[in-house]
């Protein structure tokens, strides 16, 4: 695997269309990403500067994961025969894993996951992470872990690193990693030397790593590091030998960075703690003082490090005592530090208060803060659906009314309702609100099918909980003729009179003499009537 080739004698394997992160002591001489394939290396001017960290903490083995953290990267176009990729790495059983990000002249920045057997060096399989392109400034968390069996799964933030969440899942055949020296934080760069064309720089990120050891992450204490440098020293790649900035674990990276000697250790001697400030932003107005159960509470924060300097791309989780509801996954710093999460404030049933606290999730960025809120039961509304035992036809149309009134009867206005239908059928509007007296209307469509029906009506008014709900009966369709309402019977009725009376007309109707052969005889195209014949007389039957 790559750490225990030396440098001298290893090359970066890069494909013409796919990443890589490894350093190899014999194969293929290896071509650059967007080059035409087939074109050795060693033919075209350029730089490669690669980077290796190796973590030397025992304690890391065996693990059942791997983490790498990368925030805050910027990138800027490369030149179309350039490509460049940071990544971890480990070797899981008789495989090699890499996972990180990955960028050419034509394609991302872009996360990443390539497989390699150890015997022979081949690529077993690659896939790209969704979204398909990384936003620069962002913070990304690529997570490879052990899930059921021996597969092992990338997520990216927590979610399926591929769509469909298969393209990232590679069964390694073992549920643990267990190869001495086999975890590493990698760097390889592959670029043009062509005089009229500007390299620049593609990442400049924190970066950290941490292993999966017995269900606890942990990161390492020290690492070395083995660096080449570029051959033309336009661009490098390159760590940092105890920069005071860098917390445990972490790389930086870009040319504003001195180039490491091989053998340097690139860690810091401890975490950069952070001081997270949380203020409550001011609660919508309600009914009742202080701040309502079932609210909307915007909660803002501002991440700075010791020395007061704003840290941008942190990404920071919300939590709350009493079990209210917090932005999902989080949210990540802004360039200023700030940051404005959202709580749906616990629906408690008695006045408390509620300790809100926003923690840093970097790695070696360790941080909270917390503030306190008072918390009011949410208001309760009575919602009152009429007609209250409806039924409708098969496909017809039943208009309903839902009027909202608090505890003590008064008639409560502008109240957000939402409706569902469960059991078929289609409703007009998926909510509404009360108007001045209350009320608000919504039309059910049944489907095709009779039965039983319910169709709910749910308080959505921050602050505000109340529902109800209705059974519907829908009945089969009447015939066409006679309906089911009365003026169906009434049409009936007059059917039934018209169908008399025209009897009786008949019957007075004058007998007409009848035609010597039929009127219309099969291709015959017309028959004359015998004229011999004569009407009785008098006209009567």
Known sequence: MALTVPLGTGRPIVGTNSPAGRLVAGGARPTAVGWSPGVPRGSLSGGESTLFVTPNASGLLPNEGIEMNLTGFTSRSLDA??????????????????????????????????????????????DYGTPSVLVPGSAYCFRLSATSATNWSVTVNGAPFASPAEGGTFDFGTNEATSAGGLAFSEVALYSDVPSEVVPVALNATTAIAAEVNGTWTIPTGATTSFEGSASGRWGVAGRSSDPDLAPDEVGTGSSFAPTPNGSVVWSGGAIPVTVSVTVGSPPTGPAPGVLGM????????VRTANGTPLPGVPLLLSDRLGGAP?????????????TLDLVTPNVSAAGNDTLTVTSTLLGFPGSGSAIVEIAPAIEVLLDVAPAHPSVDVDGTLALTVTSRGLDGTIVGGTVVAFESIGGGALSSPSGRTDAVGTVSVAYTAGAAVGSVTVRAIVEEPGAWGRASVNITVVPAPPPIVGSTSTGWVLAGAIVAAAIVGGLLLRRRPKLPLPASPVRTAGTASVTADVSRTPPSAGTP
């Open 81 to 126: 025969r350039s490509s460049f990729q940071v990544a971890i790495e480990e070797t899981i059983g008789s495989f090699e894993a890499v996972v990180g990000v990955f960028e050419n002249g034509s394609f991302g920045p872009a996360g990443f996951f390539e497989v390699f057997a150890t015997a022979g060096d081949r690529e077993i399989a690659l």
């Open 295 to 302: 609210e909307t509470l915007p909660v803002d924060a501002l």
């Open 327 to 339: 932005t999902p996954g989080g949210a990540v710093s802004g360039p200023d530090g700030n940051v």
